[in-house]
């Protein structure tokens, strides 16, 4: 099932008529500057309305919402997916973010999942295009699909795969745009790069080895015995604070296995909602800890997705796997 919805300003998800998403009324430690929000702050924020005080942690001022040029199903700015893959709990939704909705620029985040060939295993992958390169909406786009009709186990030879990938990203992507000027007509423009993150679980959902590999900062993050775990913590900034990416760093790739079961989730997201999560130890993250130890009906899990928060303006991609088959009435 796909549902696609015209992108639009969320009225929030908290307490009626405060306009905070809920986990924002647990209190949230925002990264890259340190604000804690949390219930003092949403009191606070409540009286200066009538006191005259100036509210603390505004939430970002309303923006005109611009369309890429147009808008049709096959590229949307929401894309939200739920339902199961054998005895695989599927959870999927990719938002364009804020700062793409007032350029008028496309969702440059992708995700896929596809049940294997021999119906195994769930292949899961998310890409997140680099904004420096042109046409990286393609290249995330490709990478994805590459990705998830490959024959991928836990086993495989995880290079091997990425070199593929690498491969069909370059082909689909040599003949887009002039490579002589950039996103604004001047300057030089690298030709389109993307990260990509792959997730492979046994399809029965029950006891076995999944396995994680990844280019780039996309991160994986795996909820076992309710507590989560970065699969692939941040190994430091690369020159210019650029991260890696298909098709030139084959190199950098990283690879992870985990043991599998029922009652584990693993989370595939773009650092758009990966940053919110703090590797697993932020507000937001423990509070899912409790809200999707099993899978959330599409609506609660878009609202989880889609916060407002005017330090978080990327696109946000979310692919999440839970272990056995669930309650999948998903409306």
Same mark, same amino acid.
């Given at each position: 099932?796909?549902?696609?919805?015209?992108?639009?300003?969320?009225?929030?998800?908290?307490?009626?008529?405060?306009?905070?998403?809920?986990?924002?009324?647990?209190?949230?430690?925002?990264?890259?500057?340190?604000?804690?929000?949390?219930?003092?702050?949403?009191?606070?924020?409540?009286?200066?309305?009538?006191?005259?005080?100036?509210?603390?942690?505004?939430?970002?001022?309303?923006?005109?919402?611009?369309?890429?040029?147009?808008?049709?199903?096959?590229?949307?700015?929401?894309?939200?997916?739920?339902?199961?893959?054998?005895?695989?709990?599927?959870?999927?939704?990719?938002?364009?973010?804020?700062?793409?909705?007032?350029?008028?620029?496309?969702?440059?985040?992708?995700?896929?999942?596809?049940?294997? %060939? =021999? #119906? /195994?295993?769930? !292949? $899961? *992958?998310? &890409?997140?295009?680099?904004? +420096?390169?042109?046409?990286?909406? @393609?290249?995330?786009?490709?990478?994805?699909?590459?990705?998830?009709?490959?024959?991928?186990?836990?086993?495989?030879?995880?290079?091997?795969?990425?070199?593929?990938?690498?491969?069909?990203?370059?082909?689909?992507?040599?003949?887009?745009?002039?490579?002589?000027?950039?996103?604004?007509?001047?300057?030089?423009?690298?030709?389109?790069?993307?990260?990509?993150?792959?997730?492979?679980?046994? %399809? =029965? #959902? /029950?006891?076995? !080895? $999944? *396995?994680? &590999?990844?280019?780039?900062? +996309?991160?994986?993050?795996?909820? @076992?015995?309710?507590?989560?775990?970065?699969?692939?913590?941040?190994?430091?900034?690369?020159?210019?604070?650029?991260?890696?990416?298909?098709?030139?760093?084959?190199?950098?790739?990283?690879?992870?296995?985990?043991?599998?079961?029922?009652?584990?989730?693993?989370?595939?997201?773009?650092?758009?909602?990966?940053?919110?999560?703090?590797?697993?130890?932020?507000?937001?993250?423990?509070?899912?800890?409790?809200?999707?130890?099993?899978?959330? *009906?599409?609506?609660?899990?878009?609202?989880?997705?889609?916060?407002?928060?005017?330090?978080?303006?990327?696109?946000?991609?979310?692919?999440?796997?839970?272990?056995?088959?669930?309650?999948?009435?998903?409306?």
């Amino acid at each position: 099932m796909t549902v696609t919805v015209t992108p639009g300003q969320r009225q929030g998800g908290g307490e009626p008529g405060s306009g905070w998403p809920w986990w924002l009324l647990s209190g949230l430690v925002v990264g890259g500057g340190g604000v804690l929000l949390g219930q003092e702050l949403v009191r606070r924020r409540t009286r200066g309305a009538g006191d005259g005080r100036t509210p603390l942690g505004p939430l970002p001022q309303p923006l005109p919402v611009l369309l890429a040029g147009g808008a049709d199903s096959r590229a949307p700015g929401v894309a939200l997916d739920g339902g199961m893959l054998a005895q695989t709990t599927v959870r999927a939704v990719s938002l364009r973010g804020r700062r793409h909705r007032y350029r008028g620029e496309p969702l440059q985040d992708a995700y896929a999942v596809r049940l294997s %060939a =021999d #119906g /195994r295993w769930v !292949i $899961a *992958a998310v &890409a997140d295009g680099l904004g +420096s390169t042109q046409h990286a909406e @393609h290249a995330a786009a490709v990478a994805v699909r590459a990705a998830t009709n490959l024959s991928l186990t836990p086993g495989l030879g995880w290079h091997a795969a990425f070199a593929t990938i690498a491969g069909e990203v370059m082909r689909a992507t040599s003949g887009l745009g002039d490579r002589r000027t950039g996103r604004h007509g001047a300057g030089a423009s690298d030709p389109p790069a993307t990260t990509l993150t792959i997730g492979v679980v046994p %399809a =029965d #959902g /029950r006891r076995g !080895i $999944a *396995a994680c &590999a990844a280019i780039g900062d +996309s991160p994986a993050l795996w909820l @076992h015995d309710g507590t989560w775990t970065e699969l692939f913590p941040p190994e430091g900034q690369r020159p210019g604070n650029v991260t890696s990416a298909l098709p030139d760093d084959l190199g950098e790739l990283r690879e992870r296995q985990i043991d599998w079961g029922p009652g584990d989730v693993l989370v595939l997201c773009s650092d758009g909602f990966g940053t919110a999560m703090g590797g697993g130890g932020s507000v937001l993250a423990q509070r899912l800890v409790t809200s999707w130890s099993s899978p959330p *009906a599409l609506r609660s899990f878009l609202c989880d997705v889609d916060f407002h928060l005017s330090t978080y303006d990327d696109d946000r991609t979310v692919l999440a796997l839970w272990a056995g088959r669930h309650d999948t009435a998903v409306l």
